[in-house]
């Protein structure tokens, strides 16, 4: 079973950067495909965006592309999620996830792995 840890969370201020990074208790994470996901109070869980478990495939909420970037380095089993004009309504709780399957998933439901998630606040 793989464990999976956030870290990287905090305040930003509106325009700012943040790079979160996921580390995954696995030392074969390169046999899982990974995601990133969010909560924003009030709101169901979001995809954010998702890479094949060897790194040559992304994709991403439409509202974020061109703002945020997931990469994966297997070599250490962490995924990170670089993001970039961060936005108050950027302000959620974000969570990395993993699944045992092949190719790029955007439902939380194929996700078979869960970190806890970390908090990300967007100040204006």
């Known amino acids: 079973q793989v464990q999976l840890a956030e870290s990287g969370g905090g305040l930003v201020q509106a325009g700012g950067s943040m790079r979160l990074s996921c580390a995954a208790s696995e030392h074969t994470f390169s046999g899982y495909g990974a995601g990133w996901f969010r909560q924003a109070p009030g709101k169901e869980r979001e995809f954010v965006a998702s890479?094949?478990?060897?790194?040559?495939?992304?994709h991403y909420a439409d509202s974020l592309k061109g703002r945020f970037t997931i990469s994966r380095d297997n070599a250490k089993n962490t995924v990170d999620l670089q993001m970039n004009t961060l936005k108050p309504e950027d302000t959620a709780v974000y969570y990395c996830?993993?699944?045992?399957?092949?190719?790029?998933?955007?439902?939380?439901?194929?996700?078979?792995?869960w970190g806890r998630g970390t908090q990300v606040t967007v100040s204006s």
């Open positions: 996830a993993a699944h045992k399957g092949y190719g790029l998933r955007a439902r939380s439901d194929l996700y078979d792995y």
């Open positions: 890479i094949t478990r060897t790194g040559s495939s992304t």
